[in-house]
């Protein structure tokens, strides 16, 4: 069955990720694959897609991207190369004349953290987008139970049967460094785009509060500034609270990188406010390194027993949580082994047998 996969929208961090682990398992469950992007997305094309057939739009404005490539380019090429479904991993799709599958993992939530109009309206705007796909879809995927409730409620739905969750998995770049001697010592490590839903405040504070007593306490932080102005605060709250030397901004990283970076730190924290799934805490699982991380959204989902979990924009408990993994070896230990055995739940394998199902429903209702 041919699939066209819109991946448009797919530019960064778990879009490309999502693109890279799931196209050659789609492609091995039998499906014909085409992928079709715009130019400024072709060298990640090239290089995720491999011999996959590759159409690219030209570079529009994100507007004419959504309503008018999207809405009428895209189905014109559907029909031109008789896809029986259109699968859009990234929450909007075509809304007439394909048979369309969805992957829904936008946070709607993270409007009401935002105080900024400009930011609110971009979040309504996209919540309303997401809607008018969805009602027109014949099939959705999930990311997480947490995001299916929050979804189902933030839309006024008891139930709805086109959905299915389906948890994403980890890639096998990710795993334990082969001693864990060559960890540094007393270094913290956190890996996300900066967005105000990521909470990296509530980090730089208990980072703060730590180094009295761990005065060689490093954090490195990689991800790429997408929120400017959140991430220019963040350098000014490093500055105010003395951490300059402290804290590295690392930016975003190749895949290698920041796999071989789970295995170089001692504690990786995810301070999130806002999830759907959060792919971090599964490459950090199943990299053997323990987890503090903030209990909400759909982290306690996904993390189990398996971490520390701390109130949200709690600085003391995350302080306290971050002490007790760099202080008790015993402790270390025991939490690194649960997240190894948790990441084994986590299986791209699994994802695309059952997205393959999925879309192969759609293809022949």
Known sequence: ?????????????????????????????????????????????????????????????KLVTVLLQEQIALPILAARLKARVVFSPANYGPLLGVRSVLLLRNAFEVDSLEKRWSKRAYWRAVRLLTWACFKTCRRAI???????????????????????????????AFHPPADDGVRVRHRLLAVSDLYVQKNFE?????????????????????????????????????????LDGAVTFLGGQPPARVAALYREAQVFVFPSLVETFGNPLVEAMASGIPIVCTKAAAMPEILGDAGILVQ???????????????????LWRVTADKGLDRAKAFSWKKNARLTAAILREAGEA
Do not use: W
Not at 27 to 32: Q, W
Not at 323 to 330: E, I, N, Q, S, W
């Open 1 to 61: 069955m041919r699939v066209l996969i819109n991946a448009v929208h797919s530019k960064s961090g778990g879009g490309v990720t999502y693109l890279r682990n799931m196209l050659p398992l789609l492609r091995a469950e039998g499906l014909d694959l085409h992928v079709v992007v715009q130019a400024d997305q072709e060298d990640m094309a090239r290089e995720v897609c491999g011999t996959l057939p590759l159409h690219i739009l030209p570079l529009r404005s």
């Open 142 to 172: 999930i990311v997480s139970a947490h995001a299916c409730r929050a979804f189902l409620d933030g839309f006024g739905l008891a139930d709805d049967p086109r959905i299915s969750v389906v948890h994403h998995g980890v890639g096998t």
């Open 202 to 242: 509530t980090l730089l504070r208990a980072v703060a509060r730590l180094k009295p007593d761990f005065p060689d306490l490093s954090l490195h932080i990689a991800g790429r500034a997408l929120d400017p102005a959140y991430a220019q605060g963040l350098r000014d709250l490093c500055h105010d609270l003395k």
């Open 312 to 330: 949200p924009r709690d600085v003391d408990s995350m302080a306290d949580a971050i002490a007790r993994l760099l202080g008790d070896p015993a």
